[in-house]
């Protein structure tokens, strides 16, 4: 597993297309076009999980800042809370490589590199016919009923997130260490 790179973009839209259709061609864009890690100095993650033998992308994993959850602060505070937040806004494995343990890795991986960057809150959400409930519970999450509205951590402030009929909120608060 590894850290996206420019020129991905194209490797793993296959991949990302029957799962999430087209609604991370621009991320796949940025990615391609290098701009993506580095949006506005907040941690950007994609990752890229590759069959060892034959090199070909078996799942992906696309995490940053969520840009919606921004628009209920005030302009002075989104740079901080940008810093804080991260949204998981979707993950992809191949079919015929599921239950394999790709898309638990991939999730590890994420919530420790934003843990390490001292983010205080990841979440995300999913369709209910994914059913993917017992999955993000396994992975220390806390799966929201469908179609139940989100609030943020009483940190962040009475941020409360709409959720669509037939979607699940999931969300884990990331405790990291402090050095101390």
């Known amino acids: ?30 990615l391609d076009q290098g701009t993506m890690l580095t949006s506005g100095g907040f941690l950007e993650l994609v990752l890229v999980a590759e069959d060892r033998s034959s090199g070909d992308v078996v799942g992906m994993l696309l995490a940053g ?31 015929e490589r599921q239950h394999e343990g790709i898309g638990t890795k991939l999730v590890r991986r994420a919530v420790g590199e934003f843990r390490r960057a001292e ?6 959400q999913f369709a209910h016919q994914r059913n993917l409930t017992d999955f993000y519970k396994r992975l220390g999450f806390t799966v929201h009923p469908a179609g139940k509205d989100l609030t943020a951590p009483r940190e962040l402030g009475t941020v409360q997130l709409a959720c669509q009929p037939g979607e699940h909120w999931f969300d884990q608060t990331l405790q990291y260490e402090t050095g101390a």
């Open 1 to 30: 597993m590894r850290v996206g790179k420019p020129g991905d973009g194209a490797r793993l839209k296959p991949l990302w297309l029957p799962w999430l259709g087209n609604h991370f061609d621009e991320a796949m864009d940025s």
């Open 65 to 95: 800042p969520p840009h919606h959850f921004f628009e209920a602060y005030p302009a002075e505070m989104r740079p901080v809370v940008a810093q804080l937040v991260v949204k998981l806004s979707g993950i992809a494995v191949a079919p």
């Open 119 to 124: 983010y205080r809150w990841m979440y995300g």
